[in-house]
Structure formats: C-alpha cells, structure tokens
C-alpha cells in the first residue's frame, strides 16, 4: 500500500500528534489551517499527497468551522490525487439531533453527515456516536464506528469500589450502559427514567430510578457531557436514593458549562477521553476528571485500516 499520511485539524491536533507518536514518531503532514480576512476558512495541505493513504483527523464540536475545515481538507487530499482518503472524526457534533423528536425540527447529524459527504472522502472511522443507527447516513461511504469503552475499560476495573452498580442516564442508554456492565462482571443496569423538555434539558424532580443503589456505589455511563446538567440531576437523584460514591464516564466531554458547574462532592470522579481538547488548567480546583486519550485506539484503527487488517480486535466483545 502506499504511504499512510495522517493529517489534524484545528479541533484534533493533540490527537494528531499522539497518534504518529505512536506510529514509531511519524510526523504529521503538514497542513495551513488559517482564515480568510473576513473569517472564511482557508485551508491547504503543505505537502505531497498524490497517490498516498491520507487520514484527516478532526472533531467537530461548535463552531461549525470545524466541519467546513474538516470538509475542506478531505476535499484538498481528493482533488490533490490522494489514493484513498478517511475521514477520522472522534467527535461527531450535532450527532445528537438523529431523529425527528418534535415537530418542525431538522435532522441535523444527517445534514452534517452530507456536508461530511460532499468532500468524497472514500471512508470514515468514528467514535461513539449517540445513536448507533446515525453512522447508516454515512451509506454509501464505508464507514467504522469504534467505542471510548476501549480506552478506559481497564482503568475502571481498578477505579470502581465494590458493591458498584452501573446506571444508564435515561433509556436510550440502555444497551451502552448494559455493556460496561457486562465488560465490568455486572448482569444488570440501573435506569434513570427522566422527562426531557424542549431541547434535552431534564425536569429534575421527575427522574424516576428503577433499580437499587442502596449502599452501593455507582458508576453513571454517557455518551457525552455538555453541560453536565443531566449528570448532576442524575447524581442527586441517585444520592438521595442512598447511593454512595458517584463516578461517571462520558466518551465525548465538552463541558460547555465549565468544571464549577459540578458542585464540590457529588462525583467521586469523572472519566472522559480527549476526543475534545481541553487545557489541563480547566479541571484545576475542581471535580476530580481523569482524561484518557482514545490515541492508541485511533493509532491502532488507522494502522489496520491502512494495512487491511480487521478492526473488531478494536471493539470489546
Ligand atoms: C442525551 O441524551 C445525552 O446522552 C446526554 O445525556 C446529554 O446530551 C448530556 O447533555 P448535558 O450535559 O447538557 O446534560
């Protein structure tokens, strides 16, 4: 195969970074992400991709730029003779809005994913998305969807004080939650039923749990934390229900609201990955947040990918 050539954008440089890091210090490709005077994207890629294997990494959490950069590049590589081009998107955002839950609401995920789509990438490798169904909007596009359980599963196991319990944040979280369980020794979930209004945000007095957490510790498994509002709601309700210690774990973390929303003592622990960056010093003087980079994992994905192996070694079983 041709040479492998792994690209960042502006949201996923770290990413980036520590993926060739791991591929025996292969440097990124260089690539000018840069702004027009009026604030349009310019992007251009600085080197040589004809005939190469190009992987372009980047999550697209707001501003929508991010999914413009993102397009632009795969669409530089494509039209600079690249072989083959993947798109690598730790993070999909507006992934959440899937589905038409209200009347007179767009699908955005799809909308975005056909943005994605306009660029004739020839693959995509993604990583926890809401909805298992939303990566189907990929079609015609091959397309992997891999899981944060990879990058923080063992660290859990060592994490989590017995009797423990995983809970679910509501039921469309049912089958994640369900597997960490079953990858952590459990049979079984916890549920925390909850009324949503308007766009996500949850009545808190009206979140009815289904399960015991009595006594037990409890381990609360997301996709993503925004504002962190359904995790502290969660955690509240689950306290008062005498639950112990809380951890939680999210794949994607934006804090949108900040650390200080989380008020002092409610978790134990927050685990999340690096699909967004943050700065070290946000989580200074705050809720105890352990970060584990999904890198290896993506390391490990591009490399199979590029040399034809299997990804399922990549997705717990
Ligand atoms: C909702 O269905 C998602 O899985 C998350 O629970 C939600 O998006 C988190 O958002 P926030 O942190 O703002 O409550």
């Known amino acids: 195969m041709n040479n492998l050539l792994v690209l960042a954008g502006s949201e996923s440089k770290h990413l980036g970074l520590a993926v060739c890091g791991l591929m025996n210090q292969k440097k990124l490709t260089k690539v000018r992400l840069a702004r027009f005077s009026d604030n349009e994207v310019d992007v251009q890629i600085e080197e040589n991709v004809r005939d190469e294997d190009v992987f372009i990494i ?3 959490p707001p501003p929508a730029e991010n999914i413009l950069e993102t397009v632009f590049l ?3 590589a494509r039209y600079s003779s690249a072989k083959r081009v993947t798109l690598v998107i730790p993070y999909l955002g507006y992934n959440r809005q899937e589905r ?3 009347p007179r609401v767009p699908i955005s995920a799809k909308i975005v994913i056909d943005m994605l789509k306009l660029a004739r990438a020839d693959r995509a490798l993604l990583v926890d998305l809401h909805a298992e169904a939303t990566a189907a909007h990929f079609e015609p596009m091959v397309h992997d969807h891999l899981y944060g359980s990879y990058s923080v599963i063992d660290y859990l196991r060592e994490l989590l004080p017995k009797p423990f319990v995983v809970a679910a944040p509501d039921a469309g979280a049912v089958v994640r939650a369900r597997k960490y369980a079953q990858y952590l020794g459990l049979a079984d979930v916890v549920v925390l039923n909850k009324e949503r209004v308007g766009a996500g945000k949850i009545k808190e007095n009206k979140i009815k749990i289904i399960g015991n957490v009595r006594g037990k510790n409890v381990l609360l498994v997301d996709d993503m934390i925004d504002s962190g509002g359904t995790l502290i709601a969660d955690a509240k309700a689950l306290k ?5 210690k809380i951890y939680a774990f999210a ?4 804090f949108s609201k900040g650390l200080g929303v989380f008020p002092k003592d409610l978790f134990t622990e927050i685990v999340v990955t690096d699909t967004i960056y943050h ?3 946000i989580f200074e003087g705050h809720t105890r947040v352990t970060v584990k980079s999904i890198a ?3 390391a490990r994905a591009i490399e199979n990918i590029h040399t034809g192996e299997s990804l399922s070694e990549l997705i717990l079983g």
Do not use: C, I, Y
């Not at 008062?240 to 112990?244: F, L």
């Open 58 to 60: 980047n999550s697209l």
């Open 74 to 76: 795969a669409n530089a």
């Open 100 to 102: 038409k839950d209200r």
């Open 240 to 244: 008062e229900k005498g639950a112990r």
């Open 251 to 254: 794949t994607h973390a934006l």
């Open 279 to 281: 700065d070290k010093a």
């Open 296 to 298: 290896p994992l993506l």
